[in-house]
């Protein structure tokens, strides 16, 4: 009967050797266990006031475009500008609630020799979601 309780008792201290073992060694070191992003449930939208505006050389002109977080979670945002050096939008970074909307301020003030047709590219992102509108601008004498 002792022989029987003895190699019960054992095999139990085996088997829990082997699983702390197993455990440490699978959790430890190199191994780090994956976890899965997901942006569902993010989503912005950007809305400028106008898509196409005309401003004379050295007038400057003012502009509003609103951000508009329709996602179900709080965001940040970075405001990216592509355009000529002559505009500038502010602020460059925003937070958002969910279903929250600020606006930005796009201003352009062209210098002499300016005339034409220009294009100034608006983008809002974050971790999860990017967006972006595409503003003419035209520049007369």
């Known amino acids: 009967m002792k022989f029987r309780g003895f190699f019960a008792f054992l095999l139990t201290l085996i088997a829990i050797i082997v699983v702390v073992y197993g455990f440490t060694t699978r959790f430890s070191g190199d191994f780090i266990p994956e976890r899965k992003e997901t942006c569902e449930g993010y989503s912005v939208f950007l809305f400028p006031d106008e898509d196409k505006i005309d401003t004379e050389v050295g007038k ?17 945002y970075e405001v990216c500008l592509t355009g000529p050096e002559w505009a500038v939008i502010k602020p460059d970074s925003l937070s958002l609630k969910s279903e929250e909307s600020k606006s930005l301020f ?3 003030s062209p210098g002499i020799g300016i005339e034409g047709k220009y294009e100034i590219k608006v983008t809002i992102k974050s971790k999860c979601v990017t967006e972006s509108e595409t503003i003419e601008v035209g520049v007369l004498k």
């Not at 400057?60 to 940040?76: C, E, H, P, T």
């Open 60 to 76: 400057g002109k003012l502009m509003r475009l609103r951000v508009i977080n329709a996602g179900s979670f709080g965001d940040k």
């Open 106 to 108: 796009l201003y352009i």
